[in-house]
């Protein structure tokens, strides 16, 4: 993998071809990429412009994203990972600015990132202002003290809920209109816990303290309510395990079929 500065060098350069082909868009390339030192500088000028309001000025809102970077640096890691998550699972992406300039799902990863910050901080009004804010910009709706690893990837991003007490580990690709609830009133830890290289598809809801195992691939409008185990394939209204995927890792491959037998079921 590259390193963060080749990663930021390689994004500038992108931007500056950018801001030459497009003229229109040049003042806003500059003032969102090319004029920053680094990606957590710009990542948090532009998500800072997004989710300001009259009342929560953006530059007190870079601020407060920069302060995070400081304080954890493990953060812009994850930020980076991120970012060449989307670039390596998306066809749409072909250039590694696009997810932090366009993309709605890393913008509310990474705005997530910081609440759960500040919420580890028992800051926990500004971390539940910040989330109230990241639904209402960008649909997404993660609540900051759930736990989220590196490489995740949100596609297209909309609707996803993602619970307190839930838990999603590294390189897991997510589809929109994902749910991971709770199943009622139960205090406690409630939510699912997702591990890495999980394939999660489109409309799919995960309820209750349930365990999705490490490879599993979950299909589209699926609704799980028991453990899945690792390196499975589950279907259905309740899900039910139908096989396995065709690959060790299918967040990374986004293959999306359900196969069953010699047939494939889209």
Known sequence: ???QE????????????????????????YTTIINHKN??????????????????????????????????????EYMCKDLVGVFDRDPACDEYSIP????????ALQSYRIGNWLWRKDRKSMALKLQSRISEVFGVDIHPAATIGHGVFFD????????????IGNNVS???????????????????????????????KLL???????GAKIGAGSVVLEDIPSHSTAVGVPAQIIGSPEYQLPALEMNHKIQINDDYII
Not at 8 to 25: C, D, G, K, S, Y
Request: aromatic share 6%; glycine share 10%.
């Open 1 to 3: 993998m590259m390193t």
């Open 6 to 29: 080749e990663l930021w060098n390689l994004i500038v350069r992108e931007a500056q071809q950018e801001a030459e082909q497009e003229p229109i868009l040049a003042s806003f390339l």
């Open 39 to 76: 990606i957590e500088s710009a990542t948090s000028y532009h998500l800072a412009n997004k989710l300001a309001t009259a009342s929560l000025l953006p530059i007190s809102l870079m601020e407060l994203f920069m302060e995070g970077y400081r304080v954890e640096p493990h953060l812009v």
């Open 100 to 107: 932090l300039l366009y993309f709605k799902g890393y913008h």
């Open 156 to 167: 297209h991003a909309t609707g996803v809920v993602v619970g307190e007490t839930a838990r």
């Open 174 to 204: 997510i589809l929109h209109s994902v749910t991971l609830g709770g199943t009622g009133k139960v205090c406690g830890d409630r939510h699912p816990k997702v591990a890495d290289g999980v394939l999660i598809g489109a409309g799919t």
């Open 208 to 214: 209750g303290n349930i365990k999705i195992g490490e």
